[in-house]
T-cell receptor, first 110, second 114 residues
Framework: KNEVEQSPQNLTAQEGEFITINCSYSVGISALHWLQQHPGGGIVSLFMLSSGKKKHGRLIATINIQEKHSSLHITASHPRDSAVYIC????????????FGKGTHLIIQP | GAGVSQSPSNKVTEKGKDVELRCDPISGHTALYWYRQSLGQGLEFLIYFQGNSAPDKSGLPSDRFSAERTGGSVSTLTIQRTQQEDSAVYLCASSLWTYTGELFFGEGSRLTVL
């Protein structure tokens, strides 16, 4: 069974700082998702990766398939980036349910 | 519709009652997923539909839980004889394709079992 580990669990940073959230998983996957959940809010899909790197605005996601590791970076962080960031992996071979990490609770202070 | 719609947004029920939760995915999305998030816990996969069939039911926690999808569109998640540990936010997501599609989540249905 795939195990998805995120670090750190909690992160508090000052506005403008460069943020990195890490995700490691234990078995081969077909895709990895980064999700964002605001307090009391719904979940938004930020990225879906199967290889390489993707960028959207101030967000960058990378994945290293050989090392079974992905990172989510936020440049020029802002208080509105405060949210829980969740890594989720999708296994291959017909098992399509996602396995979720426990999430990283990010707080950006002004 | 414009997004994934779930109803009810909040449901309070008594232990032992049955509840039905509804998910209306984005039009044309073939894949539909149910997850739940218990208070202070991470997300947990329940069941996945490809069209009307459910190839992966591995996450359903007990036989009190069932789900169906009709017409390749709306899905209902039914919990029979609810227990207090069923209290959670039940989230639905859909995607255009099964293995490579981006997920779009609904706002969730918050279930409280008294």
């Amino acid at each position: 069974k795939n195990e998805v580990e995120q670090s750190p669990q909690n992160l508090t940073a000052q506005e403008g700082e460069f943020i990195t959230i890490n995700c490691s998983y234990s078995v081969g996957i077909s895709a990895l998702h980064w999700l964002q959940q605001h307090p009391g809010g719904g979940i938004v899909s930020l990225f879906m990766l199967s290889s390489g790197k993707k960028k959207h605005g101030r967000l960058i996601a990378t994945i290293n398939i050989q090392e079974k590791h992905s990172s989510l970076h936020i440049t020029a962080s802002h208080p509105r980036d405060s949210a829980v960031y969740i890594c989720a992996t999708r296994a291959g071979g017909g098992a399509d349910g996602l396995t979720f990490g426990k999430g990283t609770h990010l707080i950006i202070q002004p | 519709g414009a997004g994934v719609s779930q109803s009810p947004s909040n449901k309070v029920t008594e232990k032992g009652k049955d509840v039905e939760l509804r998910c209306d995915p984005i039009s044309g999305h073939t894949a539909l997923y149910w997850y739940r998030q218990s208070l202070g816990q991470g997300l947990e996969f329940l069941i996945y539909f490809q069209g009307n069939s459910a190839p992966d039911k591995s996450g359903l926690p007990s036989d009190r839980f069932s789900a169906e999808r009709t017409g390749g569109s709306v899905s209902t998640l039914t919990i029979q004889r609810t227990q207090q540990e069923d209290s959670a936010v039940y989230l639905c997501a859909s995607s255009l394709w099964t293995y490579t599609g981006e997920l779009f989540f609904g706002e969730g249905s918050r279930l409280t079992v008294l």
